[in-house]
């Protein structure tokens, strides 16, 4: 069985932190990086540019995002990546796609994991209550 590695990406410094690090998990381990991305309501935004009207959806910046980030991953680390952009809660996206792909490994940021902040709800402490698999929790707080 080869091993899969599922990491949650947004545009944050944090998040950026575990990706990175999900990145040097999935190159040391000769593993599959998939890159997991969460969006809420498909929201479709008509944009002006001169003349020219553009509509843009919030799945299509989702996986344009994860695209790129994997594609980002996959050149700078030499490892085989995979995007997914899927609507919903971030921690239930990650988990599904732990299922989905049978990953051997998640790989969350430890944001809101400690104090009364984790009372509002972490996307980390939800996947490590719930994972399929093993858990990375990366220090990026």
Same mark, same amino acid.
């Given at each position: ?14 998040? +950026?932190?575990? $990706?990175?690090?999900? *990145? ?9 990086? @998939? $890159? ?10 008509? @944009?002006? $540019? ?5 509509? !843009? ?13 994997? *594609? ?6 030499? !490892?085989?990546? @995979? ?13 599904? *796609? ?11 940021? +430890? ?5 009364? *902040? ?6 980390? +402490? ?16």
């Amino acid at each position: 069985m080869s091993e899969i590695v599922i990491v949650g990406a947004v545009d944050t410094e944090t998040a +950026n932190m575990a $990706v990175d690090r999900a *990145a040097h998990v999935a190159a040391a381990l000769g593993a599959k990086l @998939v $890159v997991v991305t969460a969006y809420g309501d498909d929201d479709v935004e008509e @944009v002006g $540019v001169g003349s020219d009207t553009y509509l !843009i959806s919030t799945a299509e910046v989702a996986d344009s995002f994860a695209e790129q980030t994997a *594609a980002r991953l996959q050149a700078t680390h030499s !490892i085989e990546c @995979v995007a997914v952009a899927q609507r919903g809660k971030p921690d239930d996206v990650i988990l599904d *796609a732990a299922k989905r792909f049978e990953a051997t490994l998640i790989v969350v940021g +430890n944001v809101r994991m400690q104090g009364a *902040a984790r009372l509002f709800g972490s996307v980390g +402490n939800d996947v490590t209550h719930h994972a399929p698999c093993d858990v990375l929790v990366v220090k990026t707080s």
